[in-house]
Each structure stands twice: as structure tokens, then as C-alpha cells.
């Protein structure tokens, strides 16, 4: 990454790992081959392309065949609720979900409610765990799919899952996780969490762009969602995106082997900037889980300033930070987390989101705490809301 700047923001995407680009390089020329096809550089595609597979089944404790390629995150939940959906519609037409997940699981559900399905968003408590009470009451014998997400990309609370995924199983209903925000940060065992169905995406991981996969347990019922060639079985069509898929192996295989001692050192360094933070600036509230949140995530509101005013004063010191989530930025609208977890809408204007990875350094915490509270001492100066106070 260029000098000197300081990028915050790993929960919108990562930069791709060296390591991981330098496997993808020989897919675009020498080895461009389609997959699909009979010759030689083409079967060697595809054997690299079951490797990759094995890879991703070997982080998250699946087996090969349960894993599908995918474009990424968002097209995974949509395979899941809306392929669940259609291949249940016979069964029932009511799928419970919370009211902070992400936009991808979000607007397929609006969309499947214009379509005849029923929606029943469970609400959160003030740190964003989902009432898992709500939800068992929720169920009835309509109820083909619960998706929860793993962990909440804007907050970061990690969701009761296991408990979820029992409550599902013993009702005999799917139960669908949006992992995108926890494979390869933190352990993810599908077999542990209980899971029938997860997504998960190469770019929150140090993979590239525009892949990802979906976790399917054997047995799935499912509806295909991509119809096109034969490919992944017939169930997801399109030629393979050979590089990508290369790329998201190897991000794979590097997680597994890292991920743990990363997790220590972007903990340290996440802690220390909530400490200083706290410390030094008065009237702050952090959101999230205190303790069950993600270990780079930090969630803060500055009471009586906008967010995006501190956004675009740390832009000029090239500090890379958020408002909430990437897609919720440029609309007017507060975040849709925030409010669920009970932040009054002016206060969730003056939210901020930093979301370190493996390559911020103790000196990028200090830079920001050094330049922060001077920010903030800045704008509150100018806001007529402060001064009344
Ligand atoms: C980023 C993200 C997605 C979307 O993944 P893409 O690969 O960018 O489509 C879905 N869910 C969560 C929780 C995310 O953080």
C-alpha cells in the first residue's frame, strides 16, 4: 500500500495479499484456459480449481463437494434465501431473519415479500445480539428458512449462532449464516455452528474481488440460481473465474495458517486505539458487543458531530475510515444497525467505523489518535448543538 496512508476500513474490503495475487498472475495468460473444455492447460485448470475447493471445505470444516463458487457475498445470500425459498414454496412461505443484517440478505427478503413470501425481522438488544427468544416464538409451520448473520460487519457483535442453528434443526426448518465477516478472521466450523447454508466472500479476507462461495450441506434442498452451463454440477452456471477462484484458495490457505496469531496482533492494536480514544475524548459511546465483537472492529459515535464531517477531516490526514457500512454511505439515511440497537437517529449521524487488518501498525494507531480528538475538538467548536450544552 502507498506511504503513508492509513487504511481502516478491512470490514468494506481488504487489500489482496501478495501471496494470493502472485497464484492468480499465470491464470490470465499462460494458463488462461476455459475449465469447461477437453485439452490440456484446460484440465490443469479445473485440478487447480478442485485444490481451491478443498481449501476453502479445509477452513471451514466442510467437504469439497459441499462448497460452490460464487461472485461473492452478496450472491451467495441470495443463492441461499432466495434458492431455499423456491425450492420450498410448497412447503411454506415464512423465513425469519434479524433487522441488522446486511443489505444483500436484507433487500432479497423486501424482495420476496413482493412476491408473496412473509418476513419476520427479529430485533436485537442494545449491543446487537438477536433475541434468539424472538425468533423460537417466531416459528411456525410456514417457516422454511432462519437466516442470522455470523458477525455484523457495521458493529461487529458475533450472534449466538450454535443456539440458532439448534432451535432451526429441531423444528426442522434451513438455517442460513452470513459468514462473510468471519471466515478467515475468526475459527468458522460449519459442523460446530451447526449451519446448513453460509456465504462467505475472498475480498473481506485479503482475496480479490468479485468471488466467494456458499457452504451447502449434503442434502440441501435447494434451487439452482445461476441457470446457464454445467458447471459446479449444474447448479451454478457461468465459466469459471479461474483467477478469482485460484486467489480465494490461497487467501484460504494463508487464514488457516495466520489467522490466529493476526487476530492477536489487530486485537492489540484495535484495543489500544478504543483506549486512547475513550480516553481522550469526551462523550463517546462505543457500539457492538463489549466482548462477543469482532477483534478489529471499533464502532464509535461522537455525540454532536456528523460522522461524515470527521470522515472527510481524516481523508485530508489520509486516514481511511467509515461511516457505518459502504453501502449505507452517500444516502442521508442513519445506519439501519445503529437504530435497531436503540441509537437515536441524530446521535447515529456522528458514527465512525474503524476496521483494522494485518497490515495497520502500532504507528497508524498513534497517528490517529494523535489526530483525532483534534478533529473532533474542531468540529464540536463549530456545532451549535455543543455549544448549548
Ligand atoms: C461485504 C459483505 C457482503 C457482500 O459481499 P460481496 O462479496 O462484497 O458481495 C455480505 N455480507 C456481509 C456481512 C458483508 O460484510
Redesign the pocket.
Known amino acids: 500500500m502507498e506511504n503513508k496512508t492509513i487504511y481502516m476500513d478491512y ?1 468494506a474490503t481488504t487489500p489482496t495479499d501478495p501471496r494470493v495475487l502472485e497464484v492468480m498472475k499465470d491464470y490470465f495468460f499462460e494458463k488462461f484456459g476455459n475449465p469447461s473444455s477437453i485439452y490440456e492447460i484446460a484440465r490443469e485448470n479445473k485440478k487447480e480449481i478442485e485444490k481451491a475447493r478443498q481449501k476453502v471445505a479445509e477452513l471451514i470444516d466442510a467437504e469439497p463437494e459441499e462448497i460452490f463458487f460464487t461472485s ?4 451467495s ?1 441470495n443463492w441461499a434465501i432466495k434458492g431455499i425459498s423456491f425450492a420450498l414454496k410448497n412447503k411454506g412461505n415464512h423465513i425469519i431473519t434479524s433487522q441488522i443484517e ?1 443489505h ?1 440478505v436484507l433487500n432479497t427478503c423486501k424482495f420476496l415479500s413482493k412476491i408473496g413470501y412473509e418476513i419476520t425481522y427479529a430485533p436485537v438488544d442494545k449491543y446487537g445480539v438477536v433475541d434468539v427468544d424472538f425468533i423460537r416464538k417466531s416459528i411456525k409451520k410456514e417457516t422454511i428458512l432462519i437466516t442470522i ?1 455470523h458477525a455484523n ?1 457495521e458493529i461487529g457483535t458475533i450472534q449466538p449462532i450454535e443456539e440458532i442453528a439448534k432451535i432451526a434443526k429441531e423444528n426442522g426448518i434451513y438455517f442460513h449464516s ?1 459468514c ?2 468471519t471466515v478467515g478472521k475468526i475459527p468458522v466450523s460449519v459442523k460446530k455452528l451447526g449451519v446448513d447454508i453460509i ?1 462467505l ?1 475472498a ?2 479476507f485479503y482475496g480479490p474481488k468479485g468471488v ?1 462461495a456458499i457452504y451447502i450441506k449434503k442434502g440441501t434442498k435447494i434451487e439452482t440460481f445461476i441457470h446457464g452451463g454445467e458447471q459446479e454440477k449444474g447448479k451454478r452456471g457461468g465459466t469459471y473465474n479461474v483467477p478469482g477462484i485460484i486467489g480465494l484458495g490461497k487467501a484460504c490457505e494463508i487464514a488457516k495458517e495466520e489467522m490466529e496469531e493476526e487476530a492477536k496482533k489487530v486485537k492489540y492494536l484495535r484495543d489500544k486505539l478504543e483506549k486512547g480514544i475513550m480516553e481522550n475524548i469526551p462523550e463517546i459511546i462505543i457500539n457492538g458487543h463489549p466482548e462477543n465483537r469482532l477483534y478489529n472492529t471499533l464502532n464509535l459515535c461522537v455525540k454532536y458531530v456528523e460522522g461524515e464531517s470527521i470522515l472527510l477531516n481524516l481523508d485530508f490526514e489520509k486516514i481511511y475510515a467509515s461511516s457505518g457500512s459502504a453501502c449505507t454511505s452517500g444516502s442521508l439515511e442513519p445506519s439501519h444497525v445503529l437504530l435497531a440497537i436503540g441509537i437515536p437517529p441524530e446521535i447515529a449521524h456522528g458514527s465512525l467505523r474503524f476496521s483494522l487488518g494485518k497490515y495497520n501498525k502500532e504507528e497508524d494507531v498513534d497517528k490517529v489518535l494523535d489526530v483525532l480528538p483534534k478533529i473532533v475538538e474542531k468540529l464540536r467548536k463549530m456545532s451549535p448543538f455543543w455549544e448549548k450544552k
Open positions: 470490514n461473492g457475498g452478496t450472491e445470500d446486511h444483500a448473520m460487519n452470513d462473510v465477516q456465504s466472500s475480498h473481506k466467494g
